[in-house]
């Protein structure tokens, strides 16, 4: 007889480091936990190529139109593996998007900010992707396998991203002064949204309290949130870019940066729609997938053909 999981064993299959698989018996509450926050990560994906997307016919050299359109691709790549997971959680793609277009799911703080120099392409690689991977690196332990899966290859291709990111901002650090200012601009608009992608303080975090006991999160959002600054602000250096935060210390007792206060109202009023890009990043959405709609027809209508 095939063996079934029985709810009592779902806590002790995760207190013992065993994945939960789809076919698993699992609560309720558990299963809409990592629907919410799959569905978000892959929307965040999704919506993240629109900023570096505005810059690939305006990439400086054919070189570098190649990465940025490698980069771009894989993170509809990683949309995919994630929609896919959220979907073994018996959720539907359309179902999925529904909740985006509707603002009922969120997507990351970060993509609702304008990429407005080239310089600003190598500072979303380099901070926004290296925080990305310090919160999916993570994520590669989460409880749910096809989740903590999909992690460890979205982390092997993030790397990449982030050191395209640190090679363009090396390279406008070591060119003409105008150059050298327009990363240091870059850097001063994109450091503090890019602290917020962890989410607010662990305090304050309403979801933290499940996700550890559940697993699904390992690490907490400020543990993760200093890991990163602790390893960008070295980067920063040996570039000879400035952090944009007059807080920031070493504190030898702790081993760790001190920094300032992150900025919690700007957090809010983005998440809750009113930054600076959310509207065009929802607009430029909900066209796009009109458009696709015939894609999608066809695809199905193959599929029927081919039962
Ligand atoms: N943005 O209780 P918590 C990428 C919301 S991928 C927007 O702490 P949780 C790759 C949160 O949803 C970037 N909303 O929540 C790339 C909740 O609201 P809700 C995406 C946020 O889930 C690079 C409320 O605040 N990565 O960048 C944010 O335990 C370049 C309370 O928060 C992931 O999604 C935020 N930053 O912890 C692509 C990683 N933070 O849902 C293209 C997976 C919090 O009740 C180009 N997600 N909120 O309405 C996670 O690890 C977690 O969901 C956290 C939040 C850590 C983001």
Redesign the pocket.
């Known amino acids: 007889m095939e063996s079934v999981i029985v709810s009592s064993d779902f806590q002790s299959k995760i207190d013992q480091d065993a994945n939960i698989e789809p076919k698993d018996s699992m609560p309720d509450a558990y299963r809409e936990h990592l629907i919410?926050?799959i569905s978000?990560?892959a929307h965040?994906?999704v919506i993240?190529?629109q900023p570096?997307g505005n810059w690939i016919t305006r990439a400086p050299s054919l070189r570098a139109k190649q990465i940025l359109l490698a980069k771009i691709q894989d993170?509809g790549g990683h949309g995919l593996y994630l929609y896919s997971a959220a979907e073994t959680l018996g959720i539907s793609r359309d179902e999925m998007i529904r909740q985006l277009h509707s603002g009922k799911a969120?997507?990351?703080?970060?993509f609702n900010y304008p990429a407005l120099t080239w310089a600003d392409i190598g500072a979303?690689g380099w901070l926004?992707?290296g925080a990305?991977i310090v919160?999916?690196v993570s994520?590669q332990r989460t409880s749910y396998g096809p989740y903590a899966r999909a992690m460890v290859r979205i982390c092997k291709e993030?790397s990449f991203h982030q050191r395209q990111g640190y090679e363009i901002m090396t390279k406008m650090m070591n060119g003409t002064e105008a150059q050298k200012q327009m990363a240091q601009d870059a850097m001063n608009r994109w450091w503090w949204p890019s602290l917020?992608?962890?989410?607010?303080h662990d305090s304050d975090?309403?979801?933290?309290g499940n996700?550890f006991t559940w697993k699904i999160?390992r690490k907490s959002?400020d543990e993760l949130r200093q890991k990163f600054i602790d390893k960008t602000v070295q980067q920063a250096e040996v570039i000879g870019l400035t952090i944009p935060d007059p807080e920031l210390r070493w504190n030898e007792t702790k081993q760790m940066y001190d920094h300032g206060e992150i900025n919690w109202e700007e957090f809010k009023r983005v998440?809750n729609g009113n930054g600076p890009c959310n509207r065009q990043r929802m607009e430029h959405h909900m066209h796009v997938h009109a458009e696709g709609a015939w894609v999608r027809e066809a695809a199905e209508a193959y599929a029927k053909q081919q039962h």
């Open positions: 919410r926050q978000q990560h965040s994906e993240g190529m570096e993170e969120k997507y990351s703080n970060i979303i926004v992707d990305a919160n999916q994520l993030e917020m992608m962890f989410g607010p975090s309403p979801h933290s996700a999160k959002n998440i």
